[in-house]
């Protein structure tokens, strides 16, 4: 309770102090969803139970049931803020600061419950920027950050495949992001330069240039073993991270970019050093409709690989409820390597979007390959349509999505004409989306308080080589704010 007073004063002295000049603002954001699992086990013969059902999800997919309130003082170009957030104490209250010059820009976002007597503290946001030349060069160094999306050289990306999980690449499944995209994770902190003529612009982006020595922790995740013997299975390795080296971690995931525009046409592409990642995206405006056309491929995958079985050989070292192998910073020098597996992933596609007041309608399709080529690799074609329309144009969307998914292997260069090689399946995604205040109809992130009904469903045969992640759920979406 003391704890709770002492930010209760904190505000209310900052209030007495700034409110003679500058600007207060308030905001706040409740999200409760629950998803229903009617099929947890594909294709088998499984009764649903209140077991398989997953609580606590919200539309994302990946994010928890979650509530926020902030206040914030803006004042030139100066600005302030706490937001307090969710139930976890460590992360109960941030605070941030930024402030905008005439060329240049910076922030910072951190857990604060420290000063309360709390565990718990870390960079959100930490970040800056200047503009050179009159914004001819811009210039951004980033320790720490959270989603920004394809932050540069950035175009359609229907046939991107890097998804949301930092970088990990699947060109199975929907449409992910580029090379440049910002997460918060992987790409966490990183220094980019961008040259903008009229038109143009060109530039160079090096991912993690800011974090590495001992201080970081390398994680490596595997499967425990389900007999409870952890020589049968594989366990997540921890380690102390050894210092970076300067052109094999970093200059080695340098990423270079370019974009023109020149309306009603736009092109750009990345090229990631290190796995010879090419990206190419561009996109063709013709009133209502939007054409686009990407392309994105890693043609020298590299892995890292490490023996598990000097790790586990010592039981003594290992968590038997949580699965984790501390090892020495000598050890993990010596048995883990990264070395390239010869593996080609890449995926091109093209897609045609049509939106207008009221409705709307998408087809897009794709070719997708993953493997070795002159062994074994997988092909997957994908065909996908969808419609909305605004049912009530101040209140009620609904949205149709679909898909057509051919899947077919190969060895040796011959396809294999066996049906336990070669399988199809589809998707089926209806959805509702009510503006619970009459301001227009929009979907989950355009409608500040509302409601979402949405299900999923995948067909076929799924038990090898699934697009998707799920086959039947359910799942309906609460959310508030202002």
Do not use: C
Not at 23 to 35: A, K, P, T
Not at 71 to 82: K, Q, W
Not at 237 to 244: A, G, L, S
Not at 269 to 292: D, H, I, N, S
């Amino acid at each position: 309770m003391k704890k709770i007073l002492v930010v209760l004063l904190v505000l209310a002295v900052a209030t007495g102090v700034f409110a003679q000049e500058g600007e207060f603002s308030f905001s706040g954001r409740v999200d409760i969803g629950v998803v229903v699992d009617l099929d947890p086990l594909p294709n088998k013969d499984v009764m649903v139970t209140s077991e398989d059902s997953q609580y606590n999800q919200t539309y994302d997919g990946w994010d928890g049931v979650k509530g926020r309130f902030g206040i914030n003082y803006n004042r030139d170009g100066f600005g302030a803020g706490l937001q307090i957030t969710d139930s976890n104490l460590s992360t109960a209250f941030i605070g941030k600061l930024n402030y905008s010059g005439e060329n240049f820009t910076f922030a910072v976002e951190s857990n604060i419950t420290p000063l309360l007597g709390w565990n718990g503290s870390s960079f959100n946001e930490l970040r800056g920027d200047y503009s050179f030349l009159n914004g001819l060069v811009y210039l951004e160094a980033v320790y720490a950050t959270n989603w920004q999306g394809n932050k540069f050289w950035a175009s359609d990306d229907y046939a991107a495949f890097r998804n949301y999980n930092g970088n990990s690449f699947s060109v199975f499944g929907e449409s992910g992001n580029t090379f440049t995209k910002v997460d918060g994770n992987y790409s966490k902190n990183y220094l980019a330069a961008d040259v903008r003529l009229q038109g143009l612009s060109f530039g160079v982006m090096m991912n993690g240039i800011f974090r590495g020595g001992t201080e970081e922790v390398e994680d490596i995740y595997y499967t425990p073993a389900t007999s409870g013997n952890p020589a049968d299975g594989l366990y997540l390795i921890k380690t102390t991270k050894t210092p970076k080296a300067f052109v094999e971690d970093v200059l080695k995931n340098m990423i270079l970019g370019v974009k023109f525009e020149l309306n009603p046409i736009e092109i750009a592409a990345q090229f990631l050093v290190k796995e010879y990642g090419a990206y190419l995206g561009g996109k063709w405006f013709v009133g209502p409709v939007t054409v686009g056309v990407s392309y994105m491929g890693i043609l020298n995958e590299q892995k890292t690989t490490f023996d598990y079985e000097k790790a586990i050989g010592d039981t003594s070292k290992i968590d038997k409820e949580t699965g984790i192998a501390t090892v020495t910073e000598t050890w993990y020098k010596q048995n883990v390597k990264t070395e390239a597996t010869n593996n080609t992933r890449m995926k091109v596609g093209a897609n045609v979007q049509y939106d207008t007041d009221g409705y709307g309608a998408t087809v897009g399709g794709y070719l997708g390959m993953d493997g070795k080529k002159e062994t074994s690799y997988t092909r997957v074609i994908g065909f996908e349509p969808g419609i909305y329309y605004n049912v009530i144009p101040t209140h009620l969307k609904f949205k149709l999505d679909t898909g057509f998914y051919f899947i077919n292997q190969y060895k040796n260069n011959t396809e294999r004409s066996s049906g336990e090689y070669n399988t199809v399946q589809f998707k089926l995604q209806p959805q509702l989306f009510w503006n619970f205040l009459g301001t227009g109809a929009g979907d989950y992130s355009g409608n500040g308080t509302g409601i979402t009904i949405r299900y999923k469903m995948v067909g076929g045969d799924t038990t090898k080589d699934k697009v998707f992640d799920f086959n039947n759920k359910f799942d309906v979406n609460f959310k508030w704010s202002f």
